[in-house]
């Protein structure tokens, strides 16, 4: 499995962006039944869950993007979205997404976010 995040860019506050995050190489029963997440990591911070889902499309998000962001898959694309709404400058980070909760996979480069004020 290869994770590649993408959709990343600058953004002023109060915009929005999409990520996606194509999940290759994975068989679509591993893909539906996997629980995954959108992880980010802010400068000199240590890396924060900040949504998920799960298999059910059960979705739990961090408080500080609760109302703002929405996480989804597309399992025919074998593709993780996260919208992004109401942006602001602390959701300044690289975004990555893995499984849930074990990081199992390789993180990749993550997708670089820039909220300006």
């Known amino acids: 499995v290869q994770l590649q995040a993408s959709g990343g860019g600058l953004v002023q506050a109060g915009g929005s962006l999409r990520l996606s995050c194509l999940v290759s190489r994975s068989i679509l029963s591993v893909f539906r039944a996997t629980n995954w997440g959108w992880y980010r990591q802010a400068p000199g911070k240590q890396r924060e869950l900040v949504a998920r889902i799960g298999g059910g499309g059960i979705t739990v998000y961090a408080d500080s993007v609760k109302g703002r962001f929405t996480i989804s898959t597309d399992n025919v694309k074998r593709t993780v979205y996260l919208q992004m709404n109401s942006m602001k400058p602390e959701d300044t980070a690289i975004y990555y997404c893995?499984?849930?909760?074990?990081?199992?996979?390789?993180w990749g480069q993550g997708t670089l976010v820039t909220v300006s004020s």
């Open positions: 893995n499984d849930y909760p074990l990081g199992s996979y390789r």
